[in-house]
């Protein structure tokens, strides 16, 4: 929905509210759009990170682990997601939710669209380390809002130490990083997919290098820098080179593209790039490179790298779930053990409304239940989760139109900017409002960093379910298009024996004031301005806003305590109801008591802590949470802080069946 610059001087210069606004905002786990931790509605920066064109309103600031807001990234909170395991029943599933804005899929007869859709889910890990330990290429949200730097090569005939010192020169810890400065270096330097449609659109050339680059694409024709994403891999999928992007699921225009899909993955299809002592190289194509005495080098995407297996007999044996290739990251050519990746699941994309930032069919929220990975080496991972919603219309085939279709002296390309047309007669002509830069468009949302780990003991061969917490502070025009709170799934139908991974995150600094972009400034809500708190306490019927008395409460006597956020036993039922009651911040009702479970956690006993604020006020932004294995049984429960009669309902429903 921003209006996009164009490339060209058109006669009739006009700020256009282009045909296709379209948006896509993630709410499970929270989508960024580029926001850190700004207090205003309007994100800082979308250059932050990565190219969303989303609305400059969406998104959510990264979690606190505190009550107070920092400015130390070690205070931030990472949602932390337990892992699958290696046994086919234990699966951990985070049901990932989002809203598009434009509408998507469905089929033609009986559910018409407007547009062709596909949604793109993917995500990238590494080991995760200490922040202190943070290297150049660690993910991170970084503490500031600013772009990480960039630096262009001097020339073409660059060496690899010049390439270096301009990267250590350009890469700051503070600022917040998905893809590596090699990534985006690389981008810069290859020569651009000269095959593709651009419409009439006029794409530039680098300055200094004398050549049009991967950075400049028909949806970016001035090559903007956001981050260091690589715009012609953002715009285009599947792509063609090596990425650090694993495929989660292609949600298609229809089933019969999915073979498609699922063969030029690049989960299970390797792909080449030049490689030149420099680090980096204009050749795009296996013959350009060989001819201009490069190597060309197939990488292999991957989960992991499996160290342990040091060469390709040793490798080979383990079978064909590893394989032995050059990594995706490599900096040379040099092989290794790698765990391999499986074909990402493909399927018709779900239906929802052209125009309506909403639900799907039914009125159910747009969610996949993504099955987290199991990484073998049990180490813990550092993860950003992204979607793309690429839309399209049928002006032109949007599979079969290429560079020979683009303006020159002897085409006219298929779609015009703005372009008049005739409605007969003498009358004078109507304008259309068309950006070529945006016909055929993809947006995109990103999670902030977050973990999975290894399962604990005690948790191996079961289902776990993740259940969180949507939404920030204010109301419902002060927050669009981002959501109010609510927890999430809402209604969770498990089965008995499954797990419930209880926890949420919030942000100390969701203000929602002025700059406000397209909307309203203000944060109405309960507690300190600024702050999301969230709780949950046992309600007897949905419709009931006043929760059962501490004491008759039950939901919270039954279940059995598999794993919970401070790591020790002995938790009682009323222990566990106030933990959840007071988002952490007390743990046990009597020190006398809870005794047990150790001196740190006696500490935070009701009768040794100073009071809890009545609104959660004190309370930390996020809870690590707990693990709950359910007897079988529906259970209600809700938010006090949020919960709030004719304003909003946050109640959410467990249903063990
Ligand atoms: C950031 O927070 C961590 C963890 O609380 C602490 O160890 C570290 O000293 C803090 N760093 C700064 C610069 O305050
Ligand atoms: C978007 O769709 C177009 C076809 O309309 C395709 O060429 C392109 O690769 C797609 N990009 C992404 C990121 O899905
Ligand atoms: C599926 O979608 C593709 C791409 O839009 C289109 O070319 C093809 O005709 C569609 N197939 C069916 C069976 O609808
Ligand atoms: C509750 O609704 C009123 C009026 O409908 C509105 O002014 C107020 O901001 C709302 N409060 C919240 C927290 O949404
Ligand atoms: C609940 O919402 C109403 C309506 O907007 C508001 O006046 C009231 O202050 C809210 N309740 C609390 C406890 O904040």
Redesign the pocket.
């Known amino acids: 929905m921003e209006p996009s610059t164009f490339a060209w001087t058109s006669l009739v210069v006009f700020m256009c509210t282009s045909l296709a606004t379209a948006d896509i905002y993630f709410h499970i786990p929270r989508g960024s759009n580029n926001r850190l931790n700004e207090k205003s509605a309007a994100r800082k920066n979308a250059n932050r990170m990565f190219d969303s064109q989303n609305n400059n309103r969406g998104g959510y600031n990264v979690g606190d682990s505190g009550s107070a807001a920092s400015t130390n990234e070690t205070q931030q909170y990472r949602m932390k997601y337990f892992q699958s395991d290696s046994s086919a029943a234990g699966k951990s599933v985070l049901t990932v939710e989002w809203t598009n804005q434009h509408g998507c899929g469905g089929n033609e007869d009986s559910n018409p669209q407007k547009q ?1 859709c ?1 949604l ?1 889910l993917q995500y990238a890990c590494q080991d995760d380390v200490d922040d202190a330990r943070g290297q150049a290429d660690t993910f991170r949200n970084g503490k500031t809002t600013q772009t990480a730097k960039y630096s262009k090569p001097g020339s073409l005939t660059e060496t690899k130490s010049q390439k270096d010192n301009r990267k250590s020169g350009d890469v700051s810890l503070d600022k917040g990083l998905h893809e590596s400065w090699d990534w985006y270096n690389k981008c810069y330097t290859r020569q651009r997919n000269k095959g593709l449609f651009t419409a009439d659109q006029n794409l530039k050339a680098n300055n200094g290098l004398g050549y049009s680059s991967a950075i400049y694409t028909r949806q970016n024709p001035n090559g903007n820098r956001y981050g260091y994403e690589c715009p012609e891999e ?4 599947p792509y063609w080179h090596p990425t650090m992007w694993k495929d989660i699921a292609v949600m298609a225009e229809n089933a019969s593209m999915c073979s498609y899909y699922t063969s030029k993955s690049f989960n299970v299809q390797p792909y080449g790039e030049c490689l030149e002592n420099k680090g980096w190289s204009k050749w795009r194509t296996q013959e350009e490179c060989q001819s201009n005495s490069g190597t060309w080098i197939l990488k292999h995407n991957y989960l992991e790298k499996a160290t342990q297996y040091k060469n390709q007999g040793s490798c080979e044996q383990q079978g064909n779930k590893y394989v032995w290739g050059v990594p995706s990251d490599a900096a040379g050519n040099e092989l290794q053990c790698l765990v391999k990746l499986s074909a990402p699941d493909c399927f018709e994309a779900p239906w929802s409304r052209s125009n309506h930032l909403g639900n799907g069919v039914d009125g159910k929220a747009l969610t996949y239940d993504w099955t987290l990975p199991y990484f073998p080496s049990g180490k813990t991972q550092r993860c950003v989760l992204r979607i ?1 919603y ?1 839309i ?1 219309t049928d002006d032109y085939d ?2 079969h139109t290429d560079h020979t279709k683009n303006n020159d002296i002897l085409t006219f390309s298929p779609v015009q900017q703005n372009p008049y047309i005739d409605i007969g007669g003498r009358s004078s002509a109507l304008r259309l409002a068309i950006n070529t830069a945006q016909y ?1 468009r ?1 947006f995109q949302d990103r999670s902030h960093v977050f973990q999975l780990r290894p399962r604990p003991a005690g948790l191996q061969g079961a289902r776990i379910f993740n259940l969180n917490v949507r939404g920030k502070r204010g109301n419902i025009v002060q927050v669009y298009p981002a959501v109010e709170y609510d927890f999430a799934p809402t209604r969770l139908e498990i089965k008995e024996g499954d797990l419930v991974h209880i926890q949420w995150t919030g942000s100390n600094s969701h203000n929602n004031g002025n700059p406000a972009g397209d909307g309203q400034a203000g944060d109405a809500g309960e507690g300190t301005s600024g702050t999301d708190r969230n709780n949950m306490v046992e309600i007897l019927d949905p419709n009931d806003n006043y929760p059962v008395p501490f004491e008759q409460s039950t939901m919270w006597d039954t279940p059995v305590i598999k794993w919970i956020h401070h790591g020790k036993t002995g938790v009682q039922p009323k222990d566990l109801a106030v933990d959840l009651a007071s988002a952490g911040y007390y743990r046990c009702i009597r020190k006398t008591e809870c005794q047990a479970q150790g001196s740190i956690v006696s500490s935070f006993a009701v009768d040794q802590k100073p009071k809890l604020q009545s609104q959660l006020n004190n309370a930390p932004a996020s809870y690590e949470g707990v693990m709950l294995r359910f007897k079988k049984g529906t259970h209600h429960y809700m938010c006090t802080r949020n919960n709030n009669f004719t304003n909003r309902s946050q109640k959410g429903t467990i249903v063990v069946k």
């Open positions: 062709n596909i793109v953002r715009d285009y999928y793309r690429n399209s949007p599979h055929g993809v």
